[in-house]
């Protein structure tokens, strides 16, 4: 059994709502290298509007899943376990939150690969829109995990 740090009441994006997590030394630590690679990433980052790539984005999007996986398996089932364990809710903000984007944007941007195009015009600003929209929600994720691994917010 790991040893308690502490409860904490978060609301998460996603679907997953309010949930209260009894923090572990384990989930603690996950929660920091969780936190490493998404603030990191393009889900951490704000972009102006048209610049980067879309493949680039959905590209580095998809490698947090494989980071994902590879930091829970490390953790072991302690991060497993209680109400709300941080195992679940950050396979769940992957299944639930990113998947959906990149199902939708791979599928959109493979075809116009094939056809030798590229987003553009209306396209092109809904995809910056959602992308928006999921970094929205990644980042009150990203804060989560920092509340998680113990990272205080600067005032």
């Known amino acids: ?24 030394e384990a989930e603690a630590s996950a929660a920091w290298a969780l936190y490493v690679e998404y603030a990191t990433r393009i889900s951490g980052t704000e972009l102006e509007r048209g610049l980067g790539s879309p493949r680039e984005a959905l590209s580095s999007l998809y490698s947090l899943f494989a980071s994902t996986r590879e930091i829970l398996r490390e953790a072991g089932p302690d991060i497993a376990q209680g109400v709300d364990p941080l195992g679940e809710l950050a396979t769940r903000a992957l299944n639930e939150g990113v998947r959906p984007f990149l199902v939708r944007w ?47 917010p600067r005032a």
């Open 1 to 24: 059994m790991a040893w308690k740090l502490g409860s904490l009441s978060l609301n998460l994006p996603f679907g997953l709502g309010g949930v209260t997590i009894d923090v572990t």
């Open 106 to 152: 791979h599928t959109t941007l493979s075809a116009l690969e094939a056809a030798e195009s590229e987003l553009s015009g209306d396209e092109g600003a809904r995809f910056d829109d959602e992308l928006a929209a999921l970094r929205g929600d990644l980042a009150v994720y990203i804060q989560a995990l920092g509340e998680i691994a113990g990272i205080r």
